[in-house]
C-alpha cells in the first residue's frame, strides 16, 4: 500500500509542476524553440 | 503462438499510427517548411525530433534543453512535470508503444540476418550508459558550459542524437539546398552516428533504447511505482521461462516484471501459457493469489 501513496504523491507532484510551469508561461519558450529550425538537432548549428 | 503474432500486430498498428499522428504535417515533407504553430507548444511523449518537416509537437529531451540553454535558465517545471507524470502513469509503456524511433528500430530488427546478443555482463554495464547520458549531455553540460554571452548548446541534440538526424537532417538537407550546404563536419558526424545505430538495429533490438536514450532512462526511473505494472500470480507461474525467451529487452519477467528496462511491451503475457502475467493498475486488488511486482 505504501508503494501506492508514494505512485499518488508522485503524480500529484508531478501534475502540480506541468501545471505550475504552464502557468509561468513555459510552453511559450518551447513554442519558441521548437518553431525555429533547431540547427543542432540538423547536424548544422 | 498466434495470439503473439496478433498481438505484435497490433502493437505495430498502435506504433505505426501514432508516428503517423505525431508527424502529420505532411506538407512538411514536400516544402521543407517545418510546423511552426500552437501545438508545438506541447511535447510529445516518445522521441521525436521537432525539427522534422512532419512534427506536429516539441521533442521533449530538445525542449527540456531549450529551457536549460537560454541565457536566464529555469528549471524546467512544465517539461519535467510532463515527463514525470508521463512515467508515474505508464512508465516505460511510451517506450513500446508510443516512441517512432523504437518503431524504426524495430523493423529494422526485422530483417531476417542472424541477430547479436551482447554478453550479459557487458550488456548490464552498457544499460546504465543511458542515466549517463541523461545526466551529462542533456542536463550538466547544458547548465554548466557557457559562452561569453551566458548562452549554452543542447549537447544531446548536438552531439549524439540519432533521432533528429533522420527526422530532420536528412529529409530536410535533401528538400533545402540552403541547408546542404551549411553542412560539415558535424553534419558527417551525426550522420555517421545515426547509419551507425541503424545498422547496429539490424543485429541487436533497439540498441539505442537500451544504451542511450535519455527519454527511456528518464522514464525508467518511475517504472517501479507507476499505475501502470506488471503483475506475476506466482501461484500460477510454472517458471518455464517462455516469458524471459521472448522478451527481447532480456527482462525477466517472471522474477522482475517491472524492471527498469521492460518496455512494457506485453509480448511475455500472451507468451506465457499459463496466464500469469498481467498488466494491472496501482491500488486494484487482485484475486487473491501470491503475486510478485518488483
Known amino acids: ?45 | 503462438m498466434a495470439d503473439l503474432k496478433t498481438h505484435r500486430r497490433k502493437r505495430k498498428a498502435v506504433q505505426g499510427l501514432w508516428a503517423l499522428l505525431t508527424n502529420a504535417h505532411l506538407s512538411g515533407f514536400v516544402t521543407g517548411q517545418i510546423y511552426s504553430g500552437p501545438l508545438k507548444r506541447f511535447c510529445v511523449p516518445g522521441m521525436n525530433c521537432y525539427a522534422c518537416p512532419g512534427a506536429l509537437g516539441a521533442c521533449p529531451i530538445g525542449a527540456l534543453q531549450a529551457m536549460i540553454t537560454g541565457r536566464k535558465p529555469r528549471f524546467a517545471f512544465y517539461v519535467l512535470g510532463w515527463l514525470a507524470l508521463l512515467g508515474v502513469l505508464v512508465g516505460r509503456f511510451i517506450c513500446g508503444w508510443l516512441c517512432p524511433f523504437g518503431l524504426v528500430q524495430e523493423l529494422l530488427y526485422m530483417i531476417p540476418t542472424p541477430k547479436l546478443t551482447v554478453p550479459k555482463a557487458l550488456d548490464k554495464r552498457l544499460r546504465y550508459l543511458k542515466y549517463g547520458f541523461l545526466l551529462v549531455f542533456v542536463l550538466l553540460l547544458p547548465t554548466i558550459l557557457r559562452d561569453e554571452f551566458g548562452l549554452s548548446v543542447p549537447y544531446f541534440c548536438k552531439w549524439i542524437c540519432p533521432v533528429g538526424m533522420l527526422e530532420g537532417g536528412v529529409p530536410l538537407a535533401l528538400l533545402d539546398r540552403g541547408i546542404r550546404g551549411a553542412a560539415h563536419a558535424l553534419y558527417a558526424w551525426k550522420l555517421a552516428i545515426l547509419i551507425f545505430v541503424l545498422l547496429l538495429s539490424v543485429f541487436i533490438h533497439r540498441p539505442f533504447c537500451k544504451y542511450v536514450c535519455p527519454l527511456g532512462a528518464f522514464y525508467a526511473l518511475f517504472q517501479k511505482i507507476s499505475v501502470l505494472r506488471m503483475e506475476v500470480d506466482t501461484d500460477a507461474c510454472i517458471q518455464c521461462g517462455a516469458c524471459a525467451r521472448i522478451c527481447r529487452m532480456q527482462v525477466d519477467p517472471a522474477k522482475t516484471p517491472n524492471s527498469a528496462e521492460c518496455i512494457r511491451c506485453g509480448a511475455c503475457i500472451h507468451a506465457c501459457p499459463r496466464n500469469a502475467l498481467k498488466f494491472r493498475a496501482a491500488g486494484k486488488g487482485t484475486s487473491g493469489a501470491e503475486r510478485r511486482t518488483t
Open chain 1, 1 to 45: 500500500m505504501k508503494r501506492e501513496y508514494l505512485t499518488y504523491a508522485v503524480a500529484l507532484l508531478a501534475l502540480a509542476s506541468c501545471v505550475f510551469g504552464a502557468v509561468r508561461g513555459e510552453t511559450a519558450d518551447v513554442l519558441q524553440k521548437a518553431a525555429a529550425l533547431c540547427l543542432e538537432c540538423c547536424g548544422i548549428g
